[in-house]
């Protein structure tokens, strides 16, 4: 059973920056692709970025978030990271990192994986 652990969230101005890490728990987490989706109170989940497995190594992004966050990965320390910048108030909900090995390229589809963290709160002030 493969585990996720999300950390690096927490309070910040808008316009400052936050980088949100997801730890796994196999040494083959470079076979996964992995997304980020985010939850606000009294919305649905929705997808944020994707990261392919590094074969492959791209990236995808909401347009919400197109030119603001960057997906990278460090396969030595089984990690994907996702660097948010030029936050605002719209980016404050609980994030999650997912993983996939079957759909290695990925999804901005929920149910594309398997294996999801316990979330991290981010909370943009204004």
């Known amino acids: 059973q493969v585990q996720l652990v999300e950390s690096g969230g927490g309070l910040v101005q808008a316009g400052g920056s936050l980088r949100l890490s997801c730890a796994a728990s196999v040494r083959t987490f470079g076979n996964f692709a992995v997304g980020w989706f985010r939850q606000a109170p009294g919305k649905e989940r929705e997808f944020v970025a994707r990261i392919t497995w590094s074969a492959y190594s791209s990236t995808y992004y909401a347009d919400s978030v197109k030119g603001r966050f960057t997906l990278s990965r460090d396969n030595a320390k089984n990690t994907v990271y996702l660097q948010m910048n030029s936050l605002k108030p719209e980016d404050t909900a609980v994030y999650y990192c997912?993983?996939?090995?079957?759909?290695?390229?990925?999804?901005?589809?929920?149910?594309?994986?398997?294996?999801w963290g316990q979330g991290t709160q981010v909370t943009v002030s204004s």
């Open positions: 997912a993983a996939s090995d079957t759909e290695r390229l990925g999804s901005s589809w929920a149910g594309a994986y398997d294996y």
